[in-house]
């Protein structure tokens, strides 16, 4: 070890312990990154790291990943950590806030905290967060990756300023049934907390919504970023770069704040503001009266993505703002643009839903007519992977100036039908002039035969 620059170890927990004994009980002047992973191979076991580790010394150690570990955060080689990484700490051998805090003041050049289950913790009655005593400035961290209960991570970022950090991610736990720890935990994302926290330096200019496992906040300061989540891979790495990303897991056994009430609650406090795009993905949860109730919290939005059971409510909401509960399409209520649903709203596109009914693609069709008139016109519609009639289509193109369209159907289309009925009709008509020419055939040959027979 005297001599190597990075050292990676990998072994179940049991036998993991007199492995470092053999090869990391040496002073290491030369290492610059350590990676011990003590994954479980039959019983739970976090590995212990004893105080000697590489005798103490290691004073070029900057990059630090530990996984099932215990260890001692007043190691003297934490002090020049750049990159630190840790994952899953036994909760008795956690760290209390006061050490905790003093660690990481000792570690100047510190640019990426990852810490998931390894956290200072608040004991298990506690129900809100408590006054810092002590707040520590951070002002070379760019990333803060944590993943622990809610009511943590809000304790964490109350403790800390960081106003460099250009990625924060945040994948908490809420046992609240009112979810009362996710609240106290987004006005530490947003900034609204002045000296502690995030300092929200840039708005966002582009958002994904999504509920595929947990309900799943991403937030960029680029206009455009979001994109459905089509590819898993893809879906990880955009949880890793994105400027903000939130996942929320529900553990309550009978919620009572619904999904669709917490992420009311996230755009009310969040900064989406200027949000020009956004991408709403398996929102299932979301009814029409969410969208007219939240729309003004997008006053900007430009472009719109629903895929994956979204796209009824909004179309729905869409008409509800246009004419309200009458089906009459001559009964609109919106008198101006001002007063339409997402009044900014240049571009739609739907994907991977069901659009094979002709009363909500009509009743679509209405309201991009009333939107036309009072002047908040639809520009594009991008229609992809979802079941659709091509008369539909057809419908739609008429009024807006461009829809783009990937050409896949499903099921049986009206158009197909009639044209099979014609396609019939002409096999009908072959048949019946190849029976009249096999008839007239016959008779030509009876002819001939009888003349024949009168010359002899």
Known sequence: MS??????????AQIMSGLIDTYCSQPAPLLKHLELVAYLSVAPQHLTLRDTLFSEYAPNLHHLVLSFCNFSWSSPLFTNLRHIEILDVARGCRPTMTTWLEALGNM???HTIVLHEATPILPATATTIPNPKRVLTLPSLCRLDLGTMALDCANILNHLCIPSVDHLKIDCKSKDADSADVVALLPLLSGKKKGHGVQARKRLRSLTVTLTNALTFMGWEDEDADHPMTDPVQFILDLYTAPLSVSITRQATVPVMTEEAMLSKMLAT?????????????????????????????PNLRKLCVAGDTAYALLTAFHANTHG?????????????????????DMLSIQNEFLQDDALVDTFCDTLMYRCEVGGPLGVLKVANCDVYCGNISQLSEIVPQVDWDGLTYGNDHSSDDDDGDDDDD?????????????NGSNSEDEDDSENNELY
Do not use: G, K
Not at 4 to 12: D, E, R, V
């Open 3 to 12: 001599r190597a620059a990075q050292f990676c170890l990998t072994a179940p």
């Open 270 to 298: 969040l900064p989406v503001a200027n949000v020009h795009s956004a991408t709403f993905q398996d929102v299932y949860i979301l009814r029409p009266s969410w969208w007219t109730a939240n729309e003004h919290r997008l």
């Open 427 to 439: 096999d009908d008509d072959d048949l019946s002039d190849s029976e009249d020419s096999m008839e």
């Open 325 to 345: 509960s009458d089906p009459d399409p001559e009964a609109s209520i919106s008198p101006v643009a001002s007063e339409l649903l997402l009044p900014q709203l």
């Open 108 to 110: 100047h050049h510190l």
